[in-house]
């Protein structure tokens, strides 16, 4: 009796980085947990990629719909800002995840909700799950912040930097991914191409389609072998099937 494969949710944003996902696959569309999902069979498993909304809670809800369906593994991925050392065209994976504009204005200035005592803002990931998607994609591994207004000043860029100093990415998806995750016991990750600096909003220099397909190529590379995460739980179809359930 052969083993039931690997399933990976991928998590994006919008389609065009789905798209970006699962380019050069003979991807199935069709509906899964009452969500429009593609599917593709790959050497490293069937993965179910989404286009799961803009900002943490549009992708916590959408993450948490899909994985009562048996996932061994949740990735969050799409283009993003960065913050020096990550250049333009280049990739980020999360070694820790931080939502840093959750909290509250003060006189003395921003206070996370973690300095405020309402929770924690910051979650280490899987040491082992990040050098590997290290390795296989040649990614710079350090935080990647979630935030729900795009930083647009470099007085705001300063402040992350100060509070984050090894921050590398900023995205607006990953803290509200990794929550639904770890209430299901899976495990995570967070894998980003830059494709603007983080700080004035420069629209012209901004370079979304190179990002999308270093995202492209960097999935390409993961999804060459099995993921170091856990046996095929729950899978929805066989190996030999990744068509989609309607």
């Not at 309402?118 to 990614?139: K, Q, S």
């Not at 190179?210 to 066989?238: E, I």
Request: some cysteine; glycine content about 12%.
């Amino acid at each position: 009796m052969t083993s039931a494969p690997h399933r990976i949710l991928v998590v994006t944003a919008v389609a065009a980085e789905r798209d970006a996902v699962l380019a050069g696959r003979r991807a199935a569309a069709g509906t899964v947990a009452g969500l429009p999902v593609h599917r593709a069979l790959t050497p490293a498993g069937l993965v179910d990629a989404v286009s799961g909304g803009v900002g943490p809670v549009a992708a916590a809800v959408s993450t948490g719909r899909l994985l009562g369906q048996g996932y061994d593994v949740v990735i969050s991925a799409g283009i993003a800002g960065g913050f020096p050392p990550a250049e333009v065209g280049t990739l980020v994976v999360a070694d820790a995840v931080v939502h840093a504009d959750l909290g509250a204005e003060t006189a003395d200035g921003f206070s996370s909700m973690a300095e405020l005592g309402w929770g924690e803002v910051r979650h280490g990931l899987d040491p082992a799950l990040v050098t590997e998607i290290r390795r296989r994609t040649g990614a710079r591994a350090g935080a990647v912040l979630t935030v729900s207004t795009a930083t647009g000043s470099r007085r705001r860029t300063e402040q992350l930097l100060a509070a984050h100093p090894d921050a590398l990415a900023e995205a607006m998806e990953g803290f509200g991914c990794y929550l639904a995750a770890a209430a299901a016991g899976v495990p995570f990750a967070e894998l980003r191409a830059i494709a603007n600096p983080v700080g004035p909003r420069q629209r012209e220099s901004w370079r979304i389609a190179d990002a999308l397909t270093a995202l492209t190529v960097a999935f390409s590379d993961l999804l060459a072998a099995p993921l170091p995460a856990g046996g095929g739980r729950a899978a929805m179809l066989p190996a030999e099937n990744p068509g989609v359930h309607r």
